[in-house]
C-alpha cells in the first residue's frame, strides 16, 4: 500500500519512482487522474532524461481535443513492484499523471474528511 496526499484543490498525489535505463530511482509526485485513460503520461521535456525506448505515436482525445502523443516503454516503481508500461509523452502534461488503468490493480481509497488517501494492490 502507498499513501498519498490531497492537493489543495482535492488533487490525489502518490509518490513514484521513474526508474531511466541505467536503473537508478527518481522519486517524483504523480496525480491520480481518473480522466485519463491508460497508466502514465508525462512532459516530454523530463522523458528525454529519462532514456526510454520510443515506441510509437498515438491520437488521444483530451480535454483540448484530439493530441498526439507520442509512446515509449518505460519502467516505474509503485508499492515495491517495478511495472514495465508504455507512457505517454506531451508538451501539454504538467504534471506526471497516473492513469485509471491503475485501478484494475490497485484499490483507491480516499476519504478527505479523515484525510485518508491510498493505494493498495489487489
Known amino acids: 500500500m502507498i499513501e498519498g496526499d490531497f492537493g489543495s484543490d482535492g ?7 521513474l526508474i ?3 536503473d537508478l530511482e527518481l ?18 521535456q523530463d522523458l528525454e532524461a529519462l532514456g526510454w525506448h ?3 505515436e498515438r491520437p488521444l482525445k483530451t480535454a483540448q481535443g484530439i493530441k498526439i502523443f507520442r509512446i515509449y516503454l518505460g519502467k516505474v ?4 513492484r517495478e511495472f514495465e508500461i508504455p507512457v ?7 504534471e506526471v499523471l497516473l492513469g485509471s488503468q491503475w485501478l484494475k490493480i490497485m484499490r483507491l481509497v480516499a476519504d478527505m474528511s479523515a484525510g485518508v488517501l491510498s493505494l493498495e494492490r489487489i
Open 11 to 17: 488533487e490525489l498525489f502518490f509518490e513514484i519512482e
Open 20 to 22: 531511466p535505463t541505467e
Open 27 to 44: 522519486p517524483v509526485t504523480a496525480m491520480l487522474d481518473t480522466g485519463f485513460t491508460e497508466l502514465l503520461a508525462i512532459n516530454f
Open 54 to 56: 520510443f515506441l510509437r
Open 77 to 80: 516503481r509503485i508499492d515495491g
Open 88 to 94: 505517454y509523452a506531451g508538451e501539454e502534461i504538467t
